[in-house]
């Protein structure tokens, strides 16, 4: 069993940047998949961000690569999502998703925790 802790989140100016950051419970941190997924009002949940849990290979959406970045740190317990250039269209609830041993970055169903979500909102 793992509890995720997100954080961050906030309002911020299109073009402006946030980090946000995902704390897992548990000595285990570093055998777990992470991810970071987003849900906009009256969307679905998407992928964003995902890194496996040997830190050797990362994956981004299309719609947030060049301008998001995924990384961890292993004696922190701690996920990170970087972003930058921050677009209206970046507006949702942020979710922090963690699965042990995860093969796949980017399939949703894989995840079995989740976190409780942040909200970010980019203003004109």
């Known amino acids: 069993q793992v509890e995720l802790v997100e954080s961050g989140g906030g309002l911020v100016q299109t073009g402006g940047s946030l980090r946000l950051s995902c704390t897992a419970s548990?000595?285990?941190?570093?055998?777990?998949?992470m991810g970071w997924f987003r849900q906009a009002p009256g969307k679905e949940r998407e992928f964003v961000a995902g890194?496996?849990?040997?830190?050797?290979?990362?994956a981004s959406a299309d719609s947030v690569k060049g301008r998001f970045t995924i990384s961890r740190d292993n004696a922190k317990n701690t996920v990170y999502l970087q972003m930058n250039s921050l677009e209206l269209e970046d507006t949702a609830v942020y979710y922090c998703?963690?699965?042990?041993?995860?093969?796949?970055?980017?399939?949703?169903?894989?995840?079995?925790?989740w976190g409780q979500g942040t909200q970010v909102t980019v203003s004109s």
């Open positions: 548990g000595r285990t941190f570093s055998s777990y998949t």
């Open positions: 890194i496996h849990w040997s830190g050797r290979s990362t």
């Open positions: 998703a963690a699965v042990k041993w995860g093969g796949s970055l980017r399939a949703i169903s894989e995840y079995n925790y």
